[in-house]
T-cell receptor, first 117, second 113 residues
Framework: EAGVAQSPRYKIIEKRQSVAFWCNPI?????LYWYQQILGQGPKLLIQ????????DSQLPKDRFSAERLKGVDSTLKIQPAKLEDSAVYLC???????????????FGPGTRLTVL | QKEVEQNSGPLSVPEGAIASLNCTYS??????FFWYRQYSGKSPELIMS????GDKEDGRFTAQLNKASQYVSLLIRDSQPSDSATYLC?????????????FGRGTQLTVWP
């Protein structure tokens, strides 16, 4: 079974530029998550999709971050304009829906390392 | 804001020893707990999940959960140099944040030969 795919793996941009990240979840996984991991910290959820609907975006800085999952499969996360503090690894994860959500495990992709100069 | 606390370490143990990693959480009603391993420059890899009080064993790994004390731990028996990594404790949210995992900052483990 193929894992979560992400691209690009690395991105370097100047502040105020825009950037987009792509994620393809594990086949059949209805739930997709974007996390931000700043160096030395644990991942922090930015947004959660179930199929193509947003379930939780309460920690997404909506003035500069946006995300979509139009066909309920792959997803794009965009930052516009980027700030220095957005330098981090952006992780995509997915989980299946089986029984209670309480027990569903999340599996992470390789991540995109963003450096904002 | 739910909190997950881990000893930041670093924790250093000799090869063959037992490594003990600890985690406490603030939400008494939490039901689902996970341990992820993260090698330097890599993404988190799920190694254990636990939902009920007590111990859960998988190979050299044992997760322990005590909901009354709001405490979850990970024991690694017969530690190997390949176990050297950062171990992240994660707790699933409840209610409107059911899908969200709250992570600790991680404990860096070094196993020396």
């Amino acid at each position: 079974e193929a894992g979560v795919a992400q691209s690009p793996r690395y991105k370097i941009i100047e502040k105020r530029q825009s950037v987009a990240f792509w994620c393809n979840p594990i086949s059949g996984h209805a739930t997709l998550y974007w996390y931000q991991q700043i160096l030395g910290q644990g991942p922090k959820l930015l947004i959660q999709f179930q199929n193509n609907g947003v379930v939780d975006d309460s920690q997404l800085p909506k003035d500069r971050f946006s995300a979509e999952r139009l066909k309920g499969v792959d997803s794009t996360l965009k930052i516009q304009p980027a700030k220095l503090e957005d330098s981090a690894v952006y992780l995509c994860a997915s989980s299946s829906i089986r029984g209670s959500e309480t027990y569903n495990e999340q599996f992470f992709g390789p991540g995109t390392r963003l450096t904002v100069l | 804001q739910k909190e997950v606390e881990q000893n930041s370490g670093p924790l250093s143990v000799p090869e063959g020893a037992i490594a003990s990693l600890n985690c406490t959480y603030s939400d008494r009603g939490s039901q689902s707990f996970f341990w992820y391993r993260q090698y330097s420059g890599k993404s988190p890899e799920l190694i254990m999940s636990i939902y009920s009080n007590g111990d859960k064993e998988d190979g050299r790994f044992t997760a322990q959960l005590n909901k009354a004390s709001q405490y979850v731990s990970l024991l690694i028996r017969d530690s190997q140099p390949s176990d050297s990594a950062t171990y992240l404790c994660a707790v699933r949210g409840r209610g409107s944040t059911l899908g969200r995992l709250y992570f600790g900052r991680g404990t860096q483990l070094t196993v020396w030969p």
